[in-house]
């Protein structure tokens, strides 16, 4: 039997301070998580516990305008028929609407209502309060940094991940 010698040495490859933070990303998930801080905010804006209709709406309130099922699905990174699930309760609740896509008749885009529009604002300042709050004590500049680092970290996993699929298929 192979005794484990303590503190582990990092994998190959793996920059030590990199394998550090693997204990806090995890911490900082299982506190969101435990916070409930998403059914919370989704609590605050009327918008229930459906976290996949948060996310449709999301989605919507961050396009530039309003979007088709299968972009919807491309942007959440899910199927299709999932979409088309959610935005028919959404439809249902008054917080999403059909209309004509004006460069093809036969397809439809996806907008919020008004009412889904104010939910889903309500939704956001909820979360971001919530943060803010949390960054309150942080020098500006860190708080530029972070929001600026967190959303290249995103864009660079979200596209890394992308590529993955597209060498699967």
Request: hydrophobic share 40%; with cysteine; net charge neutral.
């Amino acid at each position: 039997m192979t005794r484990c010698s303590w503190p582990l040495t990092s994998p190959a490859g793996v920059p030590a301070d990199f394998l550090a933070t693997l204990p806090r990303i995890a911490r900082l998930s299982a506190a969101i998580t435990r916070g409930r801080l998403v059914e919370r905010a989704a609590e605050e804006a009327g918008l229930g516990r459906d976290r996949s209709a948060v996310g449709v709406l999301v989605t919507l309130r961050t396009a530039d305008r309003p979007l088709r099922i299968g972009e919807i699905a491309d942007r959440m990174q899910v199927v299709g028929p999932h979409i088309t699930r959610q935005v028919q309760i959404l439809e249902k609740r008054d917080l999403v609407r059909r209309i004509p896509d004006p460069h093809d008749a036969r397809a439809r885009l996806i907008e919020p209502t008004d009412t889904g529009a104010e939910a889903v604002n309500r939704y956001l300042t909820f979360l971001f309060g919530w943060f803010t709050d949390a960054l309150a004590d942080w020098p500006r500049q860190d708080r530029d940094d972070l929001v600026r680092l967190l959303a290249r970290f995103a864009d660079d996993v979200t596209t890394r991940l992308a590529r993955l699929g597209d060498e699967e298929t």
